[in-house]
């Protein structure tokens, strides 16, 4: 089974995020469980959210303490909270950040880094002061990870973002290209 | 058939629509979910035609439906927690009047303090009032039991509340199957009443019966509910025939050969499962059984599954307060005198959402596993020390020095 534990802030799409991850996964075949960390958002607040992916049907029904992966939507939530609590040793870590993944000293992880607030402000999502950057950090995540394909993310932003999907799906497609992936790559197992 | 990734509130409103309920009645704000929400706008497209009620408490809500009931329309709402308790005189009347409304409930712990996470207590509170009651462990089991739910109660004339964890369903994306509309017509005609209010032939409904009736009338609900027994497990298997999942009373998972049973409802028994397969591959003698229905309470059912077992251990996200967890409680009038009956442990964990995760499942199974027989009534796991020691959980002391700060 693959864990995957996104942060972001309230407002910033992260429960959005997990729905639309399990369902490009679900397109591709897979067994999922998307929810989010049950708390009272606020806008700016810290958000939890989670995805499970599996061959077969999914039975554990609780949080996500020890995620192979993170998705972090807001670069400052580093300082906020543990984010990498619980991570699996060479877990992917992907970032939304202007900043390169070896910036980032987090510990024995595979850091991957995407300016996804620019692409999100390129493509009209959301404002400077709060950029919606959840469908940019999907696309990344979709090369970053190479567990899903981009074309599956591409078709299930086109069916579950209500208001602008085509926004959407450019900046996923901007971010699978700009994507700063680890160097060297290595061969570590994330699933 | 088409697979879809639905959260556990939208697998209510798919199985409602499906059902093709006529009238909905539902207070719209909190505690509600968005199972009246997608309901709202099913009516809105035109993809149900239903005449959406919007009322001002969920006292209303349900006095709408039992009025809806009456005239013989297929009638549902939908609440949650503290929604629930303002029905609880309403919910009496229908069962009463044997209407048989639908209702879900998400499960909400009860304030004070304020809450909106999982437990159970909110409905098991409504166990006497005559409602058939199901506790669901998927989506899945959440959309097929909707759609039982209509032909179970419109059978037997009995109000049926379908039940879902808060967030471990009502917020959780996952895939359903999502039958055919003619598959569901073929499964569930529409409702045809006994009796029902009608213009053309009024008669009263209602009235003042005095004690040469009253206990009939009660004998006769009651009589209703050992029927429930049957029609569940009947509607249950025609359904497994026809969409290829059938459900029952109770549903046994590893228990034929087991030294312990765990005795567990709603989404707890989904993650017990997971702990359960693990160790029976390392060998141990572990097995599990699903509350499903508790009102009418299978008692033969658990007979037959539990007398025999060494250990039986019920888990409840809920709490009688002064008595013990509810199912406990339940199980053990179902087995008290009965030969071969197993010792009893029972466990309160997670209520007010606190998370049951495998390891909370691991130590149960490790406490029921070093003793023979329970040392005490009720164990409470993973309680915080100060706690233990009768203070209050977490620093209160700290929180309201921040809140004068």
Redesign the interface.
Known sequence: MLEIRIHGRGGQGAVIA??VL??AF?REGK??????A?G?ERRGAPVTAFVRVDEEP??????I?EPDQLLVLDPTLIEAVDVTQGLKPGGLVLINSERPPEAFSLGDYRIATVDAGAIALKHGLGTREQPIVNTAILGAYARASGLVSLDAVLEEIAESVPLGAEANRAAAREAYERVRLPAPAPAAKNA | MAKKVLMGNHAVSYGARLSRVEVIAAYPITPQTQVVEELAEMCAWGDLNAKFIKVESEHSAMAACIGASATGARAFTATSSQGLLLMHEMLHWAAGARLPIVMANINRALAPPWSIWSEQTDSLAQRDTGWLQFYCESNQEVLDTTIQAFKISERVLLPAMIILDAFFLSHTYEPVEVPAQEAVDEFLPPYKPPLKLDVDDPHAFGALVGPDGYYEFRYNIQKAFEEAQRAIIEVGEEFGERFGRAYGLVEPFYVDDAEVVLVTSSTITSTARAVIKERRARGERVGLLKIRVFRPFPFEAVREMLLGVPKVAVIDRNLSLGHHGIFHAELKSALYGQRNAPAVFGFVAGLGGRDVTPRTIHQILDIVGSQEEPDRDVYWIGLKAKAEEGQPAGNGRKQRQRVKA
């Open positions: 997990s729905k399990a369902g679900f067994w999922v469980q998307a929810f989010p049950f009272v999914i039975l554990v029904r609780c949080q303490y």
